[in-house]
Nanobody, 126 residues
Framework: QAPLVESGGGSVETGGSLRLSCSASRYAGTRYSLGWFREAPGKQREAVAVIDSDGTTEYTDFAKGRFAISRDSAQTQLYLQMNSLKPEDTAMYYC????????????????????WGQGTQVTVSS
């Protein structure tokens, strides 16, 4: 099984909601942090939200108030609840594990020593 497997992407209209999931069973029992990142065609990769092994969360400004990151108690599943979706949220969303248990929601730090999933596409129509 791949280390990280995302699911839950799809197409919604503006204002809709989606819940992304990431299977991270390989990392059960570890003190690694997990996060969500996204990349849209022609745009730079962006951090969305991260959660460390203690449950501390951090969000990029555009995600605050609309998105919620969580993980199950066994730390084998990562989720991203996305509400009030906008067309500019259209992107490939990636699940990322950070072996250094970083809680910094930044592409400059998070996941530099870690692993990325294959991604799940989110499309928001106007």
């Amino acid at each position: 099984q791949a280390p990280l497997v995302e699911s839950g992407g799809g197409s919604v209209e503006t204002g809709g909601s989606l819940r992304l999931s990431c299977s991270a069973s390989r990392y059960a029992g570890t003190r690694y942090s997990l996060g969500w990142f996204r990349e849209a065609p022609g745009k730079q990769r962006e951090a969305v939200a991260v959660i460390d092994s203690d449950g501390t969360t951090e969000y990029t400004d555009f995600a605050k108030g609309r998105f919620a990151i969580s993980r199950d108690s066994a730390q084998t599943q990562l989720y991203l609840q996305m509400n009030s979706l906008k067309p500019e949220d259209t992107a490939m969303y990636y699940c990322v594990v950070d072996y250094l248990d970083s809680s910094i929601c930044s592409t400059s730090y998070f996941g530099r020593r870690g692993h990325w999933g294959q991604g799940t596409q989110v499309t928001v129509s106007s």
